[in-house]
């Protein structure tokens, strides 16, 4: 499933935004309450050190508790592993590659060992790549084929957020769509494992960026500023009601 959605703002805790009056929403909960078709995976970005936490993207302000959306690039789909580069860094900063290191991965699609290549959905493409034509590059390794943009993300269990065999189960406990005059959004309620998990791991990783993947596909990238737990707010322009409606449908599978 491909989503055309341009996020403007990317993840919020639930509660710590204050939506104000007038609001219209539909909720709806996961067929038996499973929901689990979303994951969280920690992102590659190129640099000599991890990011800070400290610092928050240019154009999204966000208020505590918040995860802040952050510009980058794609990725495609291989886990062959050619070579052996490595992130730079012991963990938590073995996000960091170097430039040099990524160019035989990006050219051949493979992936280092503990990494994969994943589609960015095309109305996040903006949000990975930033804007070139202004002079921005971006921070997240990827890749290009066959005009389809990939992003490098974690694949093992301690830099993602599964529902592979050895993890607790978790999920979405319900999604609802709100909109006012900026556009929708779209609510992402989790369950209390999932609340758990996810703030055990955005607070292991603070500062730095992750992946949202819905239906095998990312759906928003974000910089981890604060501990998320309860929930998370992906934020659509005006006119982008039934985008909004088919990341709901995609999350309730």
């Not at 609510?187 to 609340?195: D, F, Q, S």
Request: proline share 5%; charged share 15%; net charge negative.
């Amino acid at each position: 499933m491909k989503f055309a959605i341009k996020i403007v703002v990317a993840l919020c805790v639930l509660g710590a935004a204050a939506w104000g009056g007038g609001w219209l929403y539909r909720q709806y909960a996961p067929p038996g309450r499973a929901g689990r078709n979303m994951e969280i995976h920690l992102v590659a970005i190129y640099g000599a050190a991890a990011p800070t936490g400290a610092s928050a993207d240019a154009d999204t302000a966000q208020d505590k508790g918040a995860a802040s959306s952050a510009s980058s690039t794609p990725d495609a789909s291989a886990s062959a592993t050619e070579g052996t580069a490595q992130p730079t860094g012991a963990a938590p900063d073995a996000d960091v590659f170097q430039q040099q290191d990524m160019s035989s991965f990006i050219a051949s699609g493979s992936a280092p060992s503990g990494w994969k290549w994943l589609p960015v959905a095309k109305g996040v493409e903006k949000e990975v790549i930033g804007n070139p034509a202004a002079g921005a590059q971006s921070a997240y390794v990827t890749r290009t084929s066959n005009g389809q943009l990939f992003l490098l993300a974690a694949d093992t269990p301690d830099r993602s957020l599964t529902h592979a065999n050895n993890v607790k189960q978790w999920g979405v406990d319900s999604v609802k769509i709100v909109t006012d005059e900026m556009g929708p959004a779209v609510e992402i309620h989790l369950n209390k494992m999932g609340g758990d998990l996810m703030h055990a791991f955005t607070e292991k990783y603070l500062g730095h960026r992750i992946a949202v993947v819905v239906a095998d596909q990312i759906c928003e990238v974000a910089l981890i500023q604060n501990p998320v737990r309860s929930g998370l707010v992906v934020r659509l322009p005006a006119g982008q009601q039934a985008d909004a409606e088919n990341l709901r449908n995609a999350l309730l599978k």
